[in-house]
C-alpha cells in the first residue's frame, strides 16, 4: 500500500524536485502540493493525507506555525517530515515528534531512509489498534460492568440515561458534561472526582484531570507532542482528548511504544 503524501514548500523549484523524488519511489503516492502554510491547512484538511513533507523556513505560516494552526482547528495531523536547509532545526523537529527530517539539497537515500521511517509508524497503527482491545480487556478482567442510571439536563429536559452509553465527560467552567451518541447534556455532580465514583472503574478512565472516558468507546490512539497522546472518541465529532503526561506515560508502556 502506497503512503499518500502531500509536499508543502514555497519554493517551486524545491516542491518540483522533491515530487520527482517521491516519483521514484513505489512506496509514496504524491496527492497534493502547498506553497504556504495556509494552503497547507485546507489540503490536510481536505485530502487526509498519511505524511506531509514540510518545510520549516516559509513566508506568513512558517512550518511549525502551520502544525500549530492544524491543531488548533483540530485537524488531524499527518506524520511529518520536515524538509529544512538548516540542521540545527532536527532537535526542535524531534522535540514535535516528527517522523524525520531531510536537509536541502535533498540526497535521494537519506529520503528514501526517512520515508521507511514513516511507513514503519504508519503500519503499527494497526498494532496499536489491537494493543487498544488488549488494553480494553485488560480493564474489564474479572466483575461484569456495573452500569446504572444517570441523570442528564439536556435543553428543558431532564433525561435517564445507561452509565455505559457515555462515551466521554468533562469539566469546564465548573459544569460536568457528558456525551453519549445521542446527546449532550450537563450532570448535576459536582466534580468529576464525585462523578468518576460513581461510575465503574473498570470502564471509566480518568485520562486528563478535566476528562473521564469509557474505554469501550476509545475509537483511535493518536500520537502527540513531546510524547504525549490523545484519545480519538466515537462520538458524532470524533472528538480528540488529550491523556496526560502520566496518563499517556501508563498507556506507552502498556502499548510499546
Known amino acids: ?28 503516492k504524491l496527492v497534493g502540493q502547498a506553497k504556504n502554510g495556509l494552503e497547507a491547512v485546507e489540503l ?25 494552526r492544524l491543531i488548533s482547528k483540530k485537524i488531524e495531523l499527518p506524520k511529518i517530515i520536515f524538509v529544512t536547509a538548516h540542521d540545527d532545526y532536527a532537535l526542535n523537529a524531534f522535540d514535535l515528534n516528527a517522523v524525520d527530517y531531510v536537509l536541502k ?35 474489564q478482567q474479572g466483575q461484569p460492568e456495573q452500569r446504572f442510571k444517570l441523570l442528564i439536563k439536556s435543553g428543558n429536559r431532564m433525561l435517564l440515561i445507561d452509565s455505559g452509553d457515555i462515551i466521554f465527560a468533562n469539566v469546564e467552567d465548573g459544569v460536568i458534561s457528558v456525551v453519549t451518541n445521542d446527546l449532550v447534556g450537563t450532570s448535576n455532580y459536582r466534580t468529576l472526582e464525585d462523578l468518576q465514583a460513581n461510575l465503574d472503574p473498570k470502564v471509566f478512565w480518568r485520562v486528563h484531570r478535566a476528562y473521564i472516558v469509557n474505554i469501550n468507546k476509545i475509537k483511535e490512539v493518536i500520537p502527540w507532542f513531546n510524547r504525549s497522546l490523545q484519545l480519538k472518541m466515537s462520538d458524532k465529532h470524533d472528538t480528540e482528548i488529550p491523556v496526560s503526561r502520566m496518563q499517556s506515560k501508563k498507556l506507552r508502556e502498556f502499548l510499546k511504544l
Do not use: H, Y
Open 105 to 139: 539539497p535533498i540526497d535521494k537515500s537519506r529520503l528514501d531512509k526517512a520515508i521507511n521511517k514513516a511507513k514503519q509508524q504508519i503500519n503499527n497503527s494497526a498494532f496499536m489498534e489491537q494493543q487498544l482491545k488488549n488494553l480494553v480487556q485488560l480493564m
Open 44 to 68: 490536510v484538511k481536505k485530502s487526509k493525507p498519511q505524511l506531509m513533507f514540510l518545510d520549516i523556513q516559509m513566508p506568513g505560516l512558517d512550518g511549525l506555525q502551520t502544525i500549530e
Open 1 to 28: 500500500m502506497q503512503i499518500e503524501s502531500i509536499i508543502v514548500d514555497d519554493e517551486p523549484l524545491a516542491r518540483e524536485e522533491l515530487a520527482f523524488l517521491l516519483g521514484a519511489n513505489p512506496e509514496v
